[in-house]
């Protein structure tokens, strides 16, 4: 009998319930309930004992604002408009049974109640089980290992914690790993395109874009995995085999890596046309506002001294920049210079005030534009201030555990405790009307499961996935077949750490902000773990079975 393609292996491993009619199939279902239990036990226990979570006041822009600058192309319009909708049926509980009244058409803060609040979290959750559940059932199809890895995910607090709260970056953090879970489908299965792959692919990646600003970056992950395989296929040409085979793989992966930065390139224009027309339909002129999240970045002025401070603004004065630029630079000076210290927030309001009694509404236009203009002529002015600023966070960022980010997420809910009278609409809900901050806190440090990985940074992360990509590549050696897995972890974690690195140039450091990095190479780490399993199944088969006889 002939030997059966090692690539196929690889794809359709031997399920451990292949055989055995009636009992096997019982044992299966028994094992399919299992997982669904593991994946589903977290989102049950945090819905009944924490309450909703709130991404400080960006939560509360997202789900209460009309449409808008805010709502629009300050925060992406996918979150702040789609949770509107569990949003709105949790509320028709309130108004069914007369305790509210029917919202404006805006759906504006009226919304906002207990039943509200916990159908939209309800949604979320349903959404992680299924990322998950997609995660799981990709990585193999042997039962047990399905289970096992059902029980790592379901050990990971992280992304149940993002689950329980309130803000866009809950839907990037689903849709970043429904996107890594087919991405890697995409890239195993590089003998042939898949165009109902593609075409789910293009439309997670669409949403990603229109849910974060920086989820352009996912566009490159197929790419880059097909710009690896193309390179080992390259290196590999010279060696013995028959040559037709190989200049066809080599131009598959070609094809494939054409198609995919197509595809990325397709989804960012689409979503930006996207944006361009929901601006006109809210009467609102499109414009990028990068600069203002990059007033944030700007307290690294603080930290230097005076001499080099100066020196810096004195570079960027001396470039062409316009007079708008110029006037945001002036009152910034002023603002170093003062004795309260440099606020990115007062200062924002502060040129808010300065341009709208100038200009009117169209002052915050040009603010808009003459932000980014500055933030342009920073990054030209070639300081290794900020180069500095960023390395430092971004190493900070390493040294992060997933406990960490997590208690930023109660950090942040308590914000809201402190600013009530700028979001009034939250006062009533179960959060802030029957828990004091103490109490909120004390409710995550109390929580077992939300400190499971305390102490447990990135860079021991980091340092699981160095030994387990080290380990399949010295397995892949005498192995086909892992090519695929090790050119996905490869890319996962080097987007994983660039949208990171991205996110320390263009603002100060937030615990939140790990969470892409993290979710991808949590994946890779999944998806490497789940080879090596495959790999010791795979050398038990060949160790078990006797060779038949020659006669």
């Known amino acids: 009998m002939p030997n059966k393609d090692p690539k196929a292996t690889v794809l359709k491993p031997i399920s451990v319930f292949a055989v055995g009619g009636a009992g096997t199939s019982r044992r299966a279902q028994l094992v399919w309930a299992a997982i669904s239990i593991c994946l589903l036990l977290p989102s049950i226990w945090l819905l009944a004992t924490v309450p909703p979570l709130w991404k400080d006041v960006d939560a509360y822009v997202q789900v209460t604002y009309p449409r808008g600058v805010a709502t629009i192309l300050h925060f992406p319009p996918l979150y702040c408009f789609a949770a509107r909708i569990p949003l709105f049926l949790g509320y028709l509980v309130d108004v069914l049974s007369g305790s509210a009244t029917w919202p404006n058409r805006n759906f504006a803060s009226s919304i906002l ?3 509200s609040v916990f159908a939209l979290l309800v949604c979320q959750h349903t959404a992680l089980f299924i990322a998950q559940f997609y995660l799981v059932v990709t990585l193999t199809t042997v039962m047990w290992k399905r289970l096992l890895i059902a029980l790592v995910c379901s050990a990971n607090p992280l992304f149940y914690a993002f689950a329980q709260c309130v803000g866009s970056d809950t839907l990037s953090m689903i849709l970043t790993l429904a996107i890594s879970t087919l991405a890697l489908r995409i890239v195993r299965s590089a003998h042939a395109i898949d165009l109902k792959r593609w075409g789910l692919f293009a439309i997670l990646l669409f949403g990603a874009f229109l849910t974060r600003h920086l989820n352009n ?10 710009l690896i ?27 494939q890596m054409f198609v995919a930065v197509a595809v990325g390139l397709l989804c960012i224009i689409a979503a ?5 027309v929901l601006c006109i339909g809210a009467h609102i002129t499109y414009r990028s506002r990068v600069g203002m999240t990059f007033l944030w970045r700007l307290r690294l002025l603080s930290d230097l001294p005076f001499e080099r401070q100066q020196h810096l603004l004195n570079r960027i004065e001396k470039q062409p920049i316009q007079d708008d630029t110029r006037l945001i630079l002036s009152n910034l000076r002023e603002a170093l210079a003062s004795t309260q210290g440099f606020d990115p927030a007062k200062f924002a309001k502060r040129l808010d005030n300065v341009f709208m ?15 980014n203009g500055f933030a342009l002529a ?3 002015a070639n300081s290794r201030a900020l180069g500095q600023a960023a390395l430092h966070d971004f190493i900070a960022a390493q040294k992060t555990s997933v406990t960490e980010v997590i208690e930023s997420l109660f950090a942040t809910t308590n914000y809201v405790s402190f600013h009530r009278q700028s979001m009034p609409a939250l006062a009533r809900l179960h959060t802030f009307r029957d ?21 447990v940074t990135f860079a021991r992360w980091c340092l699981l996935w160095l030994v387990l990509f080290i380990l399949i590549l010295a397995s892949a050696v005498r192995r086909r077949g892992a090519g695929f897995i090790l050119a996905f972890a490869l890319a996962a974690i080097f987007l994983g750490e660039l949208m990171m ?6 603002t100060e450091f937030r615990p939140r902000y790990v969470l892409p990095m993290f979710e991808l190479t949590f994946v890779s780490i999944l998806a490497l773990f789940a080879q090596g399993l495959s790999f010791i199944q795979r050398k038990s088969t060949r160790d078990a079975t006797v060779p038949a006889s020659p006669h």
């Open 113 to 115: 109640s207990d039943h």
């Open 217 to 226: 970056v996912l566009a490159a992950l197929l790419p880059i995995c097909f």
């Open 229 to 255: 395989l193309l390179s080992q296929q390259v290196a590999t040409a010279v060696r013995p085999g028959p040559g037709p085979i190989r200049s066809g793989s080599r131009a598959l992966s070609a094809r």
């Open 272 to 276: 930006n046309m996207t944006t361009r």
């Open 357 to 371: 009694q100038r200009d009117g509404e169209f002052g915050r236009v040009k603010l808009d534009r003459a932000l």
């Open 378 to 380: 920073f990054f030209k």
């Open 435 to 455: 828990l004091t901050p103490d109490e909120l806190l004390a409710m995550c440090s109390r929580n077992t499961y939300l400190q499971l990985w305390r102490g």
């Open 501 to 506: 690195f991205a996110n320390c140039l263009l």
